[in-house]
């Protein structure tokens, strides 16, 4: 079966702009959940969707925000970039519980100038 | 807040050589998970350990869930160049997974 699918790949933004990262789930996976993925930080947790609605939030600013549309799919959108939002941004499905494992994209790297 | 240690930061093998990771909570786990990432590349699920004590194994990998529930750790028996990643333990609170910071794994042949 298809792999989780992150869209673009790579994209270079202006601090200041606004960007949208896209996430297409494994078929059946209800959720999704977004990574900030830098060399000095790890993996940090951004938000999960469940069934279109945020389950879980992690310590990220307002700027950061997501939606999950009812094909599972989900998006999520930074806005009024900073030098620091660059990063790989990773998302990850699983099922309901995630006690199968997640599947992780293979990201989108931001690069913010 | 929720928060997953892991040890050590890096670590730098002679291939042939043994390696372990540890994961480290202060609270109990539901259950952990762990993850491999190669370079450049993403994480990739490895296995999951739910029950206390629980000890699993994948090839030269072995994987321990403590008997308290609040630790466990990796054991690769024998590295080989292709083990080289970031190894990451994921724990689980409930219903959300807390990912710790990862083991970066150097193997030199």
């Known amino acids: 079966k298809a792999g989780v699918t992150q869209t673009p790949r790579y994209l270079i933004k202006t601090r200041g702009q606004q960007v949208t990262l896209s996430c297409s789930p494994i078929?059946?996976?209800?959720?999704v959940s977004w990574y900030q993925q830098t060399p000095g930080q790890g993996l940090q947790f951004l938000f999960e969707?469940?069934?279109?609605?945020?389950?879980n939030k992690g310590n990220f600013p307002g700027r950061f925000s997501g939606r999950q549309f009812s094909n599972s799919r989900s998006e999520m959108n930074v806005s009024t970039l900073e030098l620091g939002d660059s990063a790989l941004y990773l998302c990850?499905?699983?099922?309901?519980?995630?006690?199968?494992?997640?599947?992780f994209g293979s990201g989108t790297r931001l690069t913010v100038v | 807040g929720q928060q997953v240690m892991q040890i050590p930061q890096y670590q730098h093998v002679q291939e042939g050589e043994d390696f372990t990771t540890y994961c480290n909570s202060s609270?109990?786990?539901?259950?952990i998970q762990w993850y491999k990432q190669r370079p450049g590349g993403h994480p990739v699920f490895l296995i999951q350990?739910?029950?206390?004590?629980e000890v699993k194994k994948q090839k030269r990998l072995t994987f321990q869930f403590g008997e308290a529930k609040k630790n466990s750790s990796l054991h690769i028996t024998a590295t080989q160049t292709t083990d080289v990643g970031t190894y990451f333990c994921?724990?689980?609170?409930?219903?959300?997974?807390?990912f710790g910071p990862g083991t970066r794994l150097s193997v030199l042949p």
């Open positions: 990850a499905s699983t099922t309901s519980s995630g006690n199968y494992g997640y599947t």
């Open positions: 078929s059946g996976h209800r959720s």
């Open positions: 969707y469940f069934s279109e609605t945020q389950r």
């Open positions: 609270t109990t786990l539901s259950n």
């Open positions: 350990l739910v029950k206390s004590g």
């Open positions: 994921a724990g689980s609170y409930g219903q959300n997974f807390v």
